[in-house]
């Protein structure tokens, strides 16, 4: 285990303690949320562990969820998934993320939010994500930043990242949280070896989906996974795939009542589930049978 990058992730968990309040750790129930929650007990930080349900987690992680840090420290959302899609009258999508916006990223404002972001998880991260992140008014965070002459740099989809924790950093941190949004990222530098090696020395096995063969943990039927990862997600949780069809009709007929009109195969919702998709999520193709078997094609 890489005790380097242990101590210095509760280094950066320390160093951005938030005075007034305890941090809010941002529980997923997956691996890398194990480990900033046992990064912040080793820490000694205060931290309120809280999840925020999906309404499409498998049960397996809401069960773990429970187990883990108590059944009073999840919080449920406004609307469903269910709801959600009638009310944006369309499928969540690989660039339509609203899912992700109303279910996931909610809770903790004006709070300093722990995360298990890691660059290793995606490019796109790699690009947008340091030790600190911070998300507000870009005018008026950019003159803060440059005042306290804090090193950051700017990303596209808006924030300052800051991948130190110097005495500026720290600062300007503890200026501008309540009006902003603040991620604190211990293990962002963390590869999934690194994560492994330290839930393994601690003693936590994790969300037993890991133990099923599962490398990532997510929503069920998340568009992100591909059509492959979609179709073994209905194939194993069936009732949740009754669930989005019967929300698709409901969108169809939103859709309908506000003037809308529908794609041609989108007759109804079994049809839009096969879409979404990308086709007979129930049928086995040629080029399944050849992955499986290791053929290259």
């Known amino acids: 285990m890489d005790r380097e990058k242990e101590q210095r992730a509760i280094k950066y968990l320390q160093t ?13 129930g997956g691996k890398d949320s194990d480990c900033i929650r046992i990064l912040a007990e080793l820490a000694g930080v205060k931290h309120e562990c809280k999840h925020n349900l999906t309404t499409v987690d498998a049960p397996e992680t809401v069960y773990y969820v429970r187990e883990t840090i108590g059944k009073e420290n999840i919080e449920r959302p406004e609307l469903t998934m269910w709801q959600l899609i009638v009310k944006k009258r369309m499928p969540p999508t690989r660039l339509a993320r609203y899912c992700c916006e109303h279910l996931k ?7 300093v939010k722990i995360t298990g972001v890691r660059w290793a998880e995606s490019t796109n991260r790699k690009e947008s994500a340091g030790v600190v ?15 306290n002459g804090v090193n950051f740099r700017q990303v596209k ?12 950093t720290r600062r300007f941190v503890e200026m501008c949280y309540r009006t902003t949004s603040t991620m604190v990222n211990p293990i962002v530098d963390w590869t999934d070896e690194d994560v492994w090696e330290f839930l393994h020395y601690y003693g936590c096995k994790g969300n037993p989906l890991y133990q099923c063969g599962n490398k990532r943990i997510g929503c069920i039927g ?22 989005y069809v019967a929300a698709f009709d409901r969108m169809l007929k939103a859709r309908e009542e506000a003037g809308l009109t529908n794609r041609k195969e989108w007759c109804d919702g079994e049809h839009v589930m096969r ?12 080029f399944d049978f050849m992955e499986e078997a290791g053929i290259d094609y």
């Open 133 to 147: 992140k911070v998300i507000g008014k870009e005018k008026t965070m950019l003159k803060m930043a440059e005042e």
């Open 16 to 28: 951005f303690q938030p005075q007034e309040e305890p941090y809010y750790l941002c529980y997923s």
């Open 222 to 243: 998340c568009p992100f996974q591909g059509p492959k990862g979609m179709k073994k997600d209905f194939e194993q949780y069936p009732k949740y795939r009754a669930a």
């Open 275 to 286: 879409w979404w998709v990308g086709g007979d999520p129930n049928q086995v193709t040629l």
């Open 157 to 168: 989809k808006g924030g300052l990242v800051m991948n130190d924790d110097n005495s500026e």
């Open 105 to 111: 990223e909610r809770g903790g404002k004006g709070r």
